[in-house]
């Protein structure tokens, strides 16, 4: 099945700064997905984005499909971004595979 | 619209014993699948239902099991309870096959 890499690992920010989480994928992506999986655990849908960018508030993504990645923007960071960030996908009727996540910590 | 809505939030369980989880679709979604996730690890596909019956198993033993009710609410059951089966339990619906996925927000399963 399909692996997903992402980087970095670890994410460190004041608040008010702004990062960039990437997603790489070993093969085609058809649902792709990120979610914020906040400190009680639930898993939040962010954005389908198989290809293409989109935008929501101070979030953004863009997957470049052809090149296997996927990048997730946050602009003016809040505490309340943090958490763990999922990327994951399938690849056209396997399984739905996660990769390991960013632990994102926001500081006041 | 109702969302995704897992039951119970927390169990307790010892080492043996089998346990059922349950999952509501969200309204008008056919397919649900269930997620294993330990702790510091990211969730883990276990298996898919579409129209009642299964459409994919990730890499986990028969003492998994699961049904899809009519209603397309589900169940996941799992058997011989082991001390790593303790995690976070997942549930996703979608409104059909290759659609994306909404989660519900999970059964804390605990092992002693």
């Known amino acids: 099945g399909i692996q997903v890499e992402q980087s970095p690992p670890d994410l460190i920010l004041q608040e008010g700064a702004n990062s960039t989480l990437r997603c790489n994928f070993s093969?085609?992506?058809?649902?792709l997905q990120w979610f914020h999986q906040n400190p009680w655990g639930q898993l939040i849908n962010l954005f389908y984005i198989p290809s293409g960018t989109k935008q929501n508030g101070r979030l953004s993504a863009t997957t470049v499909a052809t090149e296997r990645y996927s990048l997730l923007y946050i602009s003016s960071s809040q505490t309340t971004d943090s958490g763990v960030y999922f990327c994951a996908s399938d690849n056209y009727g396997q399984n739905f595979v996660f990769g390991p996540g960013t632990r994102l910590s926001v500081l006041p | 619209e109702t969302g995704v809505t897992q039951s119970p939030t927390h169990l307790i369980k010892t080492r043996g014993q089998q346990v059922t989880l349950r999952c509501s679709s969200q309204?008008?979604?056919?397919?649900v699948s269930w997620y294993q996730q330990a702790l510091g690890q990211g969730p883990q596909f276990i298996f898919q239902?579409?129209?009642?019956?299964?459409?994919g198993r990730g890499n986990f033993p028969p003492r998994f099991s699961g049904l899809q009710f009519p209603n397309y609410s589900s169940e996941l059951n799992v058997n011989a309870l082991e001390l790593d089966d303790s995690a976070l339990y997942l549930c996703?619906?979608?409104?059909?096959?290759?659609?994306?996925?909404?989660f519900g927000d999970g059964t804390r399963l605990s092992i002693l």
């Open positions: 239902y579409y129209r009642e019956e299964e459409n």
């Open positions: 996703a619906s979608s409104l059909a096959l290759n659609q994306p996925q909404h």
């Open positions: 093969d085609s992506v058809n649902n």
């Open positions: 309204s008008g979604h056919n397919t």
